[in-house]
């Protein structure tokens, strides 16, 4: 089996939202990986007293150890009650009720002998390839459906699509928002890899068209994640100097991280 991931900021100037793992059990029969995008609250809203990071840090270490020794629990319920314990980390201090309370995108997978499971909230992509070399790509797509003007920006969306019916959904302290993700499994015989990239990754192919979501999987495959992202950085530059034109988001640089497990 091998495994490779790599993060990177979008700014030197600010921490890294972005939180990613994987976990092998003891066994090693089966495994997990969680991958996660923190959502930046504009720096005047009120409710928190904790960072983006310190919210990723403790949802993600909750699903990992979750997903690896609950197997009696669905990712679904593994979502929920991870959300719950962080939730419960800082509800003290916190006003946890507030829309901008932090949260993060969620990509969840588990795979053993038989079957490998899968779990996407919000806007992060989940890649699984076949033997034949096909690759599928799970999507979270109804924050690309909303109607034009019911965001701010791609990033700070408004309270009104945030969380709520018609809308789209983020990991944040309700754990109930666990059923709203795309979840499914696939027999393991059917799964050979399995790649997860933030959005900030992913616009090698969303947003420069360097290639389909295959042609991202083999880049990963052949020269590691890290050079996915370095490619990333190397076309939003290029495009900062031409006035942004091919950009649809308003961060010339976000924060990029992608995983790659070949089983």
């Given amino acids: 089996m091998r495994i490779e991931l790599a993060t990177a900021p979008g700014s030197p100037e600010r921490p890294n939202e972005d939180w990613v793992s994987a976990a092998l059990p003891a066994s090693g029969q089966g495994g ?9 609250p504009p720096p005047t809203e009120p409710g928190c007293v904790h960072p983006v990071p310190w919210f990723t840090a403790r949802l993600g270490g909750a699903l990992v150890e979750l997903s690896g020794s609950r197997l009696d629990l669905s990712l679904t319920e593994v979502l929920a009650e991870a959300i719950s314990r962080t939730a419960d980390a800082h509800r003290p201090t916190c006003d946890l009720s507030h829309v901008r309370t932090p949260q993060a995108t969620v990509v969840l997978a588990r795979w053993g002998e038989h079957a490998v499971e899968y779990l996407v909230l919000s806007d992060s992509v989940l890649l699984l390839e076949a033997p034949d070399g096909s690759v599928r790509a799970v999507l979270d797509d109804r924050l690309d459906r909303l109607p034009p003007g019911s965001l701010a920006s791609h990033e700070i969306a408004d309270s009104t699509v945030r969380n709520k019916e018609g809308g789209f959904f983020t990991a944040a302290a309700d754990p109930s928002v666990a059923v709203r993700a795309v979840t499914g499994s696939a027999p393991a015989s059917e799964v050979r890899t399995l790649a997860a990239l933030t959005d900030g990754a992913s616009r090698w192919t969303e947003m420069f068209g360097e290639g389909d979501w295959a042609a991202a999987l083999e880049q990963l495959r052949r020269s590691g994640p890290q050079a996915l992202i370095d490619r990333v950085r190397e076309l939003e530059t290029a ?16 924060d990029a991280t992608a995983i790659l497990v070949e089983l």
């Fill in 32 to 40: 997990a990986l969680v991958l996660l995008d923190g959502v930046t």
């Fill in 239 to 254: 495009d900062a100097g031409a006035g942004r034109a091919r950009l649809r988001r308003s961060k010339a640089h976000d």
